[in-house]
C-alpha cells in the first residue's frame, strides 16, 4: 500500500533560521513525490516534485527538497525562513505505475515561523 | 490566470438539502478530482474522472455523486447533506500530456450544514 507519513503535526521556527518539514513515504514501486502548501480557506499550492534525477529539488518560493532513497524520506527545506511561510505543508506521493491517478497525502504539517 | 475554478467559494445548506458544488478549469487537463477536507487534516480522494471514466472511491458515500459533462466542467453533487458532511471540498486536475504529474488545485469550497 501506498502511503505518506509527516511525524509532525507543526514546527516552530523563528524567522530568518533554516526550517526542514519532515516526511517519510512507502511505495512499492517507483515513487512521485510532491509538496504543496495551503493557506487559510485556499486551495493547495505545488511547491516541487521528485521524479527522477538528482536528489535535491528547487521549487518555489526557495523550497527545496531532498529525496532519500534509503531513508525513504523526502523532506522540504529552506534555508531561511519567512513569516509569509506560515502555513500548512503536505507531502503527496504517487506510485508509477499503478494507481497512476491517485495521489496520497500526508496529514500535513503546521508552519509557524515567528518574527 | 485562474486555471481551476470553484463556484461557489462559500456555500451554506440545510440539513438533508441537496447541494452542488462546481468546478471548471481552463487546462483541458484529461483527469479531474474531488477531494474532501475537514478542519485542516490531510486531503480525502472522494472520485476522480479520466475523460469520462468515472473512478469512484470504494468508502465514499453514496450521498456523493458527480458529473462532468464535458473536458471543462465537473460537478460534485450531495443529495442529503448531513452535519459531517460540513467541509472544504477541493477539486483538482491534471493533464496527461507533458507535466503530467502535479495536481492543480482549485481554491476551494467552504460547504457548511445547518
Known amino acids: 500500500a501506498q502511503s505518506v507519513a509527516q511525524p509532525e503535526d507543526q514546527v516552530n521556527v523563528a524567522e530568518g533560521n533554516p526550517l526542514t518539514v519532515k516526511c517519510t513515504y512507502s511505495?512499492?514501486?517507483?515513487?512521485?513525490l510532491f509538496w504543496y502548501v495551503q493557506y487559510p480557506n485556499r486551495g493547495l499550492q505545488f511547491l516541487l516534485k521528485?521524479?527522477?534525477?538528482?536528489?535535491l529539488v528547487k521549487g518555489s518560493y526557495g523550497f527545496e527538497a531532498e529525496f532519500n532513497k534509503s531513508q525513504t524520506s523526502f523532506h522540504l527545506k529552506k534555508p531561511s525562513a519567512l513569516v509569509s511561510d506560515s502555513a500548512l505543508y503536505f507531502c503527496a506521493v504517487r506510485e508509477d505505475p499503478y494507481n497512476f491517478n491517485k495521489f496520497y497525502f500526508g496529514s500535513g504539517t503546521k508552519l509557524n515561523v515567528k518574527p | 490566470d485562474a486555471m481551476v475554478i470553484q463556484n461557489p467559494r462559500y456555500q451554506v445548506t440545510q440539513f438533508g438539502k441537496p447541494v452542488t458544488l462546481s468546478c471548471s478549469q481552463t487546462l483541458n487537463h484529461n483527469v479531474m478530482y474531488w477531494y474532501q477536507q475537514k478542519s485542516s487534516q490531510a486531503p480525502k480522494l472522494l472520485f476522480h474522472?479520466?475523460?469520462?471514466?468515472?473512478?469512484n472511491e470504494a468508502d465514499t458515500p453514496d450521498n456523493f455523486q458527480s458529473r462532468r459533462p464535458n473536458t471543462s466542467f465537473c460537478f460534485l453533487d450531495i443529495r442529503s447533506p448531513g452535519l459531517g458532511d460540513a467541509a472544504m471540498y477541493l477539486c483538482?486536475?491534471?493533464?496527461?500530456?507533458?507535466?503530467?504529474?502535479?495536481?492543480?488545485f482549485g481554491p476551494g469550497t467552504r460547504l457548511t450544514v445547518l
Open positions: 483538482a486536475t491534471r493533464g496527461t500530456s507533458g507535466s503530467t504529474d502535479t495536481q492543480y
Open positions: 511505495v512499492s514501486g517507483n515513487p512521485y
Open positions: 521528485y521524479i527522477t534525477g538528482d536528489n
Open positions: 474522472y479520466y475523460d469520462k471514466d468515472f473512478n
